[in-house]
């Protein structure tokens, strides 16, 4: 009887190491973002320097993004996709990602996902 509980402690104490090292491994595999690298969730804004960034929408793996010049009052809006770089207001924006997310709230501010972007001031 006393064997079977060490053996069982011992399983268990494995089984937790295990669990450790698979935690770790994939989390060092997941690197932090470089600085300059943003993410604006659908219905919210952020701002960077002298923009606002806001995201209106999600669809197709694509997004419709918002910029607004606090300068000048001007405002763009431009519809991009993972991969792209767009050039808006003295800024250069390349777009890491773009996740929709499902989420069965209507109501506004309502998250229904992200888009990831490196901004970097030309």
């Excluded at 770089?85 to 229904?112: A, M, Q």
Aim: net charge neutral; charged share 15%; proline share 4%.
């Amino acid at each position: 009887m006393k064997k079977k509980k060490i053996f069982i402690g011992l399983a268990i104490l494995i089984a937790g190491l295990i669990v450790i090292l698979v935690g770790y491994g994939i989390w060092s595999n997941n690197p932090p973002d470089p600085a300059g690298t943003e993410t604006v969730t659908q219905g919210t804004q952020m701002h960077y320097g002298n923009i606002n960034v806001s995201l209106s929408n999600i669809e197709n793996d694509s997004a419709l993004i918002d910029f607004y010049n606090n300068e000048t009052d001007a405002s763009i809006q431009k519809q991009v996709k993972v991969g792209d770089t767009i050039d808006v207001f003295g800024y250069s924006i390349e777009i890491k990602s773009v996740k929709e997310v499902v989420n069965p709230s209507i109501l506004p501010g309502s998250n229904h996902g992200y888009v990831k972007f490196f901004i970097n001031k030309q």
